[in-house]
């Protein structure tokens, strides 16, 4: 248990960031799912475009690294493009 005052109070910091960050990792993994899952082009060129955006956010609040979005985006915009 914390003894001092501000480590009470980065207890609580770390737990709100830690069910913030749980969040958005999943709002990522259900993205990238329904990408990978898109019965069409037309369709997984839409979701890719939205999925693109929520990478690129978890990336600026450092949730993922940068160059891990980066490799995300290149292979989700491979596996688009090979669809017919």
């Given at each position: 248990m914390p003894q001092h005052k501000s480590a009470e109070k980065r207890v609580r910091q770390n737990e709100k960031r830690r069910v913030i960050n749980q969040?958005?990792?999943?709002?990522?993994?259900?993205?990238?799912?329904?990408?990978?899952a898109a019965p069409d082009k037309e369709t997984a060129m839409a979701e890719l475009k939205k999925t693109v955006s929520v990478l690129d956010r978890m990336a600026l609040k450092g949730i993922i690294h940068?160059?891990?979005a980066a490799n995300l985006k290149?292979?989700?915009?491979?596996?688009?493009?090979?669809?017919s």
């Open positions: 969040a958005n990792r999943t709002r990522m993994k259900k993205a990238i799912k329904k990408v990978n940068k160059n891990k290149s292979q989700l915009t491979k596996r688009v493009n090979a669809m």
